[in-house]
């Protein structure tokens, strides 16, 4: 069972950089395309990112696109997601998920019913 761990969401102010972190527990990433997403209160889970099994290949949302970077690394087993330029709508609870590489490119589509694993989620608020 593939349990994803995600951190590095806090309180930040306009302008702030952070960095996320998604690890996982008893398992290990290498045959996982991951990504990222995002929901707020009253909102729909908003898909931010995607990275595929090798880190070869990603997807970054028009939404977020020239702000945000993600990244996946095997020597640490963890995806991260660089966010620059943070903006008060940029507050929600931030997600990571993953699908096995057998499903071929199914993560680059950004669907949450795309992805088999999520995280509990990491909290990311942005002060004005």
């Known amino acids: 069972q593939v349990q994803l761990v995600e951190s590095g969401g806090g309180l930040v102010q306009a302008g702030d950089s952070l960095r996320l972190s998604c690890t996982v527990s008893?398992?290990?990433?290498?045959?996982?395309?991951v990504g990222w997403f995002r929901q707020a209160p009253g909102k729909e889970r908003e898909f931010l990112a995607g990275?595929?099994?090798?880190?070869?290949?990603?997807r970054i949302a028009e939404s977020v696109k020239g702000r945000f970077t993600i990244s996946k690394y095997h020597i640490d087993d963890t995806v991260y997601l660089q966010m620059n330029s943070l903006k008060p709508e940029d507050t929600a609870n931030y997600y990571c998920?993953?699908?096995?590489?057998?499903?071929?490119?199914?993560?680059?589509?950004?669907?949450?019913?795309?992805?088999?694993?999520w995280g509990q989620g990491t909290q990311v608020t942005v002060s004005s």
């Open positions: 990275i595929s099994s090798t880190g070869g290949a990603s």
């Open positions: 998920a993953a699908v096995h590489e057998r499903e071929g490119t199914i993560w680059y589509r950004g669907e949450a019913e795309s992805y088999e694993y």
């Open positions: 008893g398992g290990t990433l290498r045959h996982y395309a």
